[in-house]
């Protein structure tokens, strides 16, 4: 398997990062792992042997989608975005699971890993619409007047108007779907949007912002509870951030971005650690020593089986992710 | 497997509950043989069974007052282990923290519990079964659940004695929040919260009863829990095999009235006892240990000098 991977041919000028001929942390562990870990309905599992699942198979197929497109990743991909189009439900939705009968915050990275191939752009568009026809649940009548008669104003302080998107249908708005859900946006939409979209892409950066947390960085959604400033989390601040890289000199990136290089150095978790490298290269700050501090945690615990963490890993090692960079002028725009 | 088929039960069908009350002063006590000890007791069917501890790990915690200690996790893996369990794994689900990896290495638990990649199930990213809810006291009426938890002969909760900022207090009963997985519902499992707290706990564990829960109240936490809280040393441990007895005996325990804790309350009409007379208590009385926990002006009422009145709306349909 490594020597098929090896002699591959790599896209836009990669280069092997490997020295004195050894091979690189990506290609000898997280290439391989990641083909013999496929289903062989085409998807993966969140471990191998375990279930197709809509969010490992997309990150994985992001991964794969900066690859060759010769095999053995051109193959893998091609049974990924298969089994990944039968598991979109005639709504336009992807649910977690395949025999699930309700999409979910699934959609957007579904149609992130399709559009990165450049594939099924109807699939994609249905997605999309699903996206934004769907509305959090905090928005509705019912919910503003239980806000309003019985909950304490110092239980959560933020701005219920601002809705993003839910994890999933008809509950509240959360940093992670609405940043997945936003760079799916960006991706398809690099010019001018349509007026419904502008209106949603409005919105849901406003509740992100509304939503950061008292000096820099995002939880998933909390930043207040009982007056006490919420602790911010890797993940949610690496999404966040990433969805809003089009305002990357204001005020609360440049905060966030410093507490997440803050953060970087002692971060005990793979997938921490190669979220907040991706995010920090996005936007330009330049951090050396990821494949040894991977080689050091994978010999701990093996990434724990992970695809997930083991597609990002591959990512972050890589030359760039292209669908995580769109930005094109530093000017923020308010 | 352990959904429950039997245990819905009204009180005055079920037999006295027993729980323990051990005490340990720090986590340097020989809480192996403490609890060895204690399970030993009662008679616990473990022989030949697949066991499943569920800790509850909420994030980093480096000084380890906010998740279930490690040397606890490690220390019912080891009795169990020795009482004749065929395996004994440990998974949780983190509600906000989704690299559990992280939580598990700042915790240091492969320490305590040995290889991660083999002992530990993360139940945000097992496969799941769809499984229908026994009680409608949410909307809920069903929910995917980790085919680790459906598969164990046993499930033991095993959390942290706190209070909780929603909840009141978060002990065995709320702990099982940690089954349901962020991979189908998010992080946090906000469906729960929509579905209400009280009513989403109800028909968790009256679908998936824990079979035993020995709770860590040697470093509890009190106030703004179950994250932003204070550390409070309390110096116990808890244990018994219904969870409602031993949830009423940790509330007691941190001068809290459990009859006012709602889900306490609505819990005793079908999954234990919550009265002190329905419960044996062995070890340490309540008076001797003691130890009054600070709580939320939200939830003044529940504390036992207070006027608060108990809850007693029925959401039991």
Redesign the interface.
């Given at each position: 398997m490594l020597d098929a991977i090896m002699t591959a041919p790599l896209r836009d000028g990669e280069a092997r990062p490997g020295r004195n001929g050894e091979a690189s942390f990506r290609e000898q562990i997280c290439w391989p792992f990641l083909l013999a870990a496929q289903n062989p309905d085409g998807g993966w599992?969140?471990?191998p042997n375990?279930?197709s699942?809509v969010?490992p198979t997309s990150w994985t197929l992001l991964e794969l989608a900066s690859l060759s497109d010769l095999s053995p990743f051109e193959q893998a991909a091609s049974r990924g975005i298969a089994w990944l189009l039968a598991a979109q439900l005639p709504d336009g939705s992807w649910p977690?699971?395949p025999?699930?009968r309700e999409g979910?915050?699934t959609t957007a990275l579904a149609g992130l890993a399709l559009h990165m191939h450049g594939l099924a752009p109807g699939a994609v568009a249905k997605g999309f619409d699903w996206l934004c026809n769907v509305w959090p649940?905090e928005g509705s009548l019912w919910r503003r007047l239980q806000r309003r008669l019985f909950v304490?104003s110092s239980?959560v302080r933020q701005n219920h108007s601002l809705q993003g998107w839910?994890?999933?249908p008809?509950?509240?708005s959360?940093v992670?779907?609405t940043a997945y859900a936003l760079i799916l946006l960006h991706r398809l939409y690099p010019g001018a949007l349509p007026r419904r979209v502008e209106k949603r892409r409005r919105l849901a950066e406003a509740m992100l912002y509304d939503r950061m947390c008292p000096g820099g960085g995002w939880?998933?959604g909390n930043p207040f509870?009982?007056g006490?400033a919420?602790?911010p989390?890797?993940?949610p601040t690496v999404w966040a951030l990433l969805a809003l890289q089009d305002h990357c000199e204001r005020a609360e990136n440049q905060e966030s971005l410093d507490w997440l290089a803050r953060t970087y150095e002692p971060?005990?978790?793979?997938?921490?650690l190669v979220l907040a490298h991706m995010c920090l290269e996005a936007y330009g700050r330049r951090i050396e020593g990821l494949e040894p501090a991977l080689r050091r945690?994978y010999a701990?615990?093996?990434?724990?089986?992970?695809v997930s963490?083991t597609a990002w890993a591959a990512m972050a090692l890589g030359p760039g992710c292209r669908w995580l960079r769109w930005r094109t002028t530093g000017a923020s725009q308010s | 497997m352990s959904v429950s088929t039997g245990q819905l039960a009204p009180s005055f069908t079920r037999p006295p509950s027993r729980v323990a009350v051990r005490r340990a002063e720090n986590y340097q006590a020989d809480l192996p043989s403490l609890l060895f000890e204690t399970l030993r007791e009662f008679d616990l069917p473990v022989r030949g069974k697949t066991v499943l501890l569920k800790p509850n790990f909420v994030?980093?915690d480096p000084l380890g007052v906010i998740n279930t200690h490690p040397a606890v996790v490690g220390a019912a893996k080891e009795s169990l282990l020795r009482l004749g369990a065929k395996e004994v794994m440990v998974g949780d689900g983190p509600a906000?923290?989704?690299?559990?990896?992280?939580?598990?290495?700042?915790m240091r638990l492969?320490d305590h519990i040995g290889?991660?990649?083999s002992s530990?199930v993360?139940l945000n990213?097992?496969?799941?079964r769809?499984v229908p809810l026994r009680t409608r006291a949410s909307r809920l009426k069903e929910l995917?659940l980790p085919e680790a938890v459906l598969r164990a002969d046993l499930v033991v909760s095993l959390p942290k004695l706190k209070t909780h900022?929603w909840a009141g207090v978060t002990l065995s009963l709320k702990n099982m929040f940690g089954i349901v997985p962020g991979?189908?519902?998010?992080?946090?499992k906000?469906?729960l919260?929509?579905s209400g707290i009280t009513r989403s706990v109800l028909d968790i564990n009256s679908t998936v009863r824990p079979d035993f829960a020995i709770v860590d109240g040697i470093m509890g936490m009190e106030g703004?829990g179950p994250?932003?809280g204070v550390p409070r040393p309390c110096g116990v441990l808890v244990l018994g095999n219904d969870p409602v007895a031993v949830d009423a005996t940790c509330a007691r325990i941190m001068g809290l009235v459990p009859e006012r804790i709602e889900h306490l309350a609505q819990a005793s009409y079908l999954l234990g006892h919550l009265r002190d007379e329905k419960i044996q208590q062995i070890g340490e009385s309540i008076a001797s240990v003691r130890t009054p926990f600070k709580v939320?002006p939200?939830f003044r009422r529940l504390r036992a000098a207070g006027e608060g009145r108990p809850w007693h709306s029925n959401c039991l349909a």
């Open positions: 599992g969140y471990r375990q279930r699942a969010e977690a699971y025999n699930q979910c915050w649940g304490s239980m839910s994890w999933t008809g509950t509240s959360w992670e779907p939880n998933s509870v009982y006490v919420g602790e989390l890797v993940g971060t005990r978790g793979p997938a921490s945690l701990a615990n093996g990434f724990l089986q992970s963490v | 994030g980093p906000l923290e989704r690299d559990t990896e992280a939580i598990l290495e700042t492969r290889p991660l990649a530990f993360d990213l097992e496969d799941v769809r995917y900022h991979g189908c519902y998010g992080w946090p906000n469906i919260h929509w703004n994250i932003q939320l939200a």
